[in-house]
T-cell receptor
Framework: GNSVTQMEGPVTLSEEAFLTINCTYTATGYPSLFWYVQYPGEGLQLLLKATKADDKGSNKGFEATYRKETTSFHLEKGSVQVSDSAVYFC???????????FGAGTRLFVKA | DVKVTQSSRYLVKRTGEKVFLECVQDMDHENMFWYRQDPGLGLRLIYFSYDVKMKEKGDIPEGYSVSREKKERFSLILESASTNQTSMYLCASQPGGDYGYTFGSGTRLTVV
């Protein structure tokens, strides 16, 4: 079956630190991969996506590269800000499918 | 700006009441989804709809039903609310294909 595993949080960083949140997946077929972000009290927002192997998704300084050989889609940012504090969800959608599979979420705290 | 609007941010209902949660999207999206989000359990799919009047059960449909009479509106119905349905409810829409979801801001429902 399809599944997404992401690193447990919380992750606590100082402002301007480098961020990596690990995500690996299991899928039949060739899924599209996503990162969503949820700020306190809000719904999820699509942060970035990649639809095929070696694609890099990027948005707001965040990046993730679709690695088929390691079945991974790790989220990175070179310099985090306090405003990046949120919960980040890795997700996959299989080709031709309707249902997105979400990881458990990783909470990020950024200290000033 | 495209939107998914959930009718209430906070709702308090009594055990046994029939509860309607409304979701409206203005993007002409084909697919709509209802999730609940609980601490430690992540996002769990309740129901989804891929066309007007079409619906499919998700992972936890028990105690819920849905209605999609018009393309833009997807309603979640709790037939007889119970305390274990206290949760954050998230609605999402998607145009199909490998696009990401657009989420509403969520409805925090408390059943007392």
């Amino acid at each position: 079956g399809n599944s997404v595993t992401q690193m447990e949080g919380p992750v606590t960083l100082s402002e301007e630190a480098f961020l990596t949140i690990n995500c690996t997946y299991t899928a039949t077929g060739y899924p599209s991969l996503f990162w969503y972000v949820q700020y306190p009290g809000e719904g999820l927002q699509l942060l970035l996506k990649a639809t095929k192997a070696d694609d890099k998704g990027s948005n707001k300084g965040f990046e993730a590269t679709y690695r088929k050989e390691t079945t991974s889609f790790h989220l990175e940012k070179g310099s985090v800000q306090v405003s990046d504090s949120a919960v980040y969800f890795c997700a996959l959608l299989n080709t031709g499918g309707f249902k997105t599979i979400f990881g458990a979420g990783t909470r990020l705290f950024v200290k000033a | 700006d495209v939107k998914v609007t959930q009718s209430s941010r906070y709702l308090v209902k009594r055990t046994g009441e029939k509860v309607f949660l409304e979701c409206v999207q203005d993007m002409d999206h084909e697919n709509m989804f209802w999730y609940r989000q609980d601490p430690g359990l992540g996002l769990r799919l309740i129901y989804f709809s891929y066309d007007v009047k079409m619906k499919e059960k998700g992972d936890i449909p028990e105690g819920y039903s849905v209605s999609r009479e018009k393309k833009e509106r997807f309603s979640l119905i709790l037939e007889s609310a119970s305390t274990n349905q206290t949760s954050m409810y998230l609605c999402a829409s998607q145009p199909g294909g490998d696009y990401g979801y657009t989420f509403g801001s969520g409805t925090r429902l408390t059943v007392v």
